[in-house]
Nanobody, 115 residues
Framework: VRLVESGGGLVQAGGSLRLSCAASGSTFGINIMGWYRQAPGKQRELVAQITRDDGTTNYADSVKGRFTISRDKARNTMYLQMNSLKPEDTAVYYC?????????WGQGTQVTVSS
């Protein structure tokens, strides 16, 4: 499976961005889709994830109420709407899908929030 992220960029604190992750290739069997992020000098962390079939979501405490994950099953695309962005949200954001227990990652997209 190939994952391509888009939508990152530079935004001022309080602003919004919408990330997209398009999956192509061997997409049959995707059950969990998620967004992770990694800031300089820090470990990669889960931001939000969604179950492809029933849309069950899970969020990191740091983004609850500000970020919304969604998916378009027909297009095998996942989104992350990020509102009220903070400088501490600055990181490279990666999408990940899990197919029968195996994870595949995208190349990442940079999100920078200026104060």
């Amino acid at each position: 499976v190939r994952l391509v992220e888009s939508g990152g960029g530079l935004v001022q604190a309080g602003g919004s961005l919408r990330l997209s992750c398009a999956a192509s290739g061997s997409t049959f069997g995707i059950n969990i889709m998620g967004w992770y992020r990694q800031a300089p000098g820090k470990q990669r962390e889960l931001v939000a994830q969604i179950t492809r079939d029933d849309g069950t979501t899970n969020y990191a405490d740091s983004v609850k109420g500000r970020f919304t994950i969604s998916r378009d099953k027909a297009r095998n695309t996942m989104y992350l709407q990020m509102n009220s962005l903070k400088p501490e949200d600055t990181a490279v954001y990666y999408c990940k899908v899990v197919i029968q227990g195996y994870g595949s990652w995208g190349q990442g997209t940079q999100v920078t929030v200026s104060s």
